[in-house]
């Protein structure tokens, strides 16, 4: 059934949300009308209302019916449509969300869950992938001319609750044990080239890894503005780490990013800043910019973003390491249907030293990234694994002779975490580094286990 013929056969709908009024009209979605079923013992029901009830009592109704239906229609589009529809409707806009967008994932050719999912995606703070919909929506040769009109028109149309800038809050703290507290060298000794010859030179104790118990403490900050005008958005984050016979460590990180929909994706100019801290023996910030296009190919389940960014690296209390890094990076995500998603990265660049007497002098980096992420049950779980080389350009040091530093890193992590009250989740994250490089005062490893609360709120 074509959205011209769906659009003569139902109004459109009352709610106007988000930045566009989202939900069009009764049929928009191109399903053939049914009613919910009981479930059957062995097969998903033929059919599915195409609109939620309109009282709230008997929305939560039909979820609670639909919902029985999990196993059996997980891999019915119009089942997800339906169970986001009703979700939707209760204003629970995250799980409409991941509903919708598993729907679309199995057909993609449902103008009417595209508009459900924009909806969501506005209630989210996520106003410009929701125009973006609307507009994709609005531009089908199918579609009725009084309903593309419709759409148009209403497109700034929001409530007053997204007038508002919206907020989410993370705040998280975890207790554990780590092998490198102070991220030292792991090599014993050291082979200094000197005028009388070559010394090996045993590291003392001091300068060795430190095991031991720490505190960490995270809190993240995020902000969307108001929809209909631009879309801006904030990030903050503050983390600490305390442990026994160790420095304490601060780290602060700050993002403004403004998105503009550019023809088929997206236009992100990002300002970027980061600040650590190491009581009384380090500190190291950077600042810089990020133009990144997001787009989708194909359709969905991947999204893809290419990006070129540059940042000034100060080391304050050592100030002839200071360069600027320069890199291009291409990024993707992919959801797919058993609730997973992976995102991964590759990207290459270049730190340009800003001191002539810098040691190692310009350095290049490749790096590259793998996240996946899924839900069991209602426990989130994730592993990644990256990888980084840098390689120096110039002699580290005459003191270690003609040694031009390469450096191989690879660190990984995995981590759950379950829901034991709103808004609570308890969990434990485990990672690892570990570094080899041809010079040995770069060799570093490191193991530590974490497991604490986690608290949110949006």
């Known amino acids: ?67 029985t239906h999990s196993l059996l229609c997980e891999n019915r589009a119009d089942y997800h449509a339906h169970l986001g ?40 703070g996520e106003t410009a992938s929701a125009q973006q919909i609307v507009n994709q929506v609005s531009a089908r040769p199918d579609i009725h001319p009084s309903l593309r009109q419709w759409l148009l028109d209403t497109s700034g149309d929001r409530p007053a609750a997204l007038s508002k800038w919206s907020w989410a809050q993370l705040l998280q703290t975890t207790a554990g044990h780590e092998t490198n507290l102070s991220s030292a060298t792991h090599a014993n000794a050291i082979t200094l080239f000197l005028s009388n010859g070559p010394v090996l030179v045993p590291l003392d104790d001091g300068s060795k890894p430190q095991s031991g118990a720490g505190l960490k403490n995270l809190l993240a900050v995020q902000g969307q503005s108001p929809a209909g005008g631009p879309d801006l958005r904030l990030t903050m984050a503050l983390q600490t780490r305390q442990a026994a016979g160790v420095p304490e460590n601060h780290m602060a990180a700050v993002s403004a990013t403004y998105v503009e929909p550019f023809k088929a994706g997206q236009l992100h100019v990002r300002w970027d800043g980061h600040h650590f801290h190491r009581n009384n023996s380090f500190t190291y910030q950077d600042q810089g910019l990020t133009l990144q296009y997001h787009f989708a190919p194909w359709t969905m389940p991947c999204k893809w973003r290419t990006s070129l960014g540059s940042a000034d690296q100060t080391y304050t209390s050592s100030s002839n390491l200071n360069g600027r890094f320069t890199q291009v990076r291409l990024e993707g995500s992919c959801k797919h249907t058993d609730q997973t998603e992976t995102h991964w990265g590759i990207g290459t660049g270049h730190d340009r030293a800003q001191a002539t007497q810098r040691p190692g002098g310009d350095k290049k980096r490749q790096d590259w990234t793998i996240r996946h992420e899924r839900l069991v049950g209602k426990v989130s779980t994730q592993a990644w694994l990256r990888q980084t080389i840098l390689q120096d350009s110039e002699r580290f040091s005459p003191l270690l002779g003609d040694l031009v530093n390469r450096s191989t890193r690879i660190d990984w992590g995995t981590g759950a975490w379950w829901p034991v009250a709103p808004q609570w989740s308890a969990g434990l994250d485990v990672e690892s580094t570990s570094q080899k490089s041809s010079n040995a005062l770069l060799n570093i490893k490191n193991l530590s286990i974490y497991a604490g609360l986690r608290w949110t709120s949006k």
């Open 85 to 124: 529809a009703l979700l939707l409707a209760l204003n629970q806009a995250a799980q409409a969300a991941n509903s919708l967008e598993k729907s679309l994932l199995l057909n993609p050719e449902q103008p009417g869950t595209q508009l459900d999912f924009a909806h969501a995606l506005a209630l989210l």
């Open 1 to 67: 059934m074509s959205v011209k013929q769906s659009h003569t056969a139902a109004s459109p709908r009352q709610a106007l949300m988000g930045i566009v009024g989202l939900l069009a009209c009764a049929l928009a979605h191109g399903q053939t009308p049914a009613l919910v079923t009981e479930p059957q013992a062995a097969s998903c029901p033929a059919g599915f209302a195409p609109l939620p009830p309109t009282d709230a009592e008997a929305q939560r109704a039909a979820l609670r019916r639909a919902q």
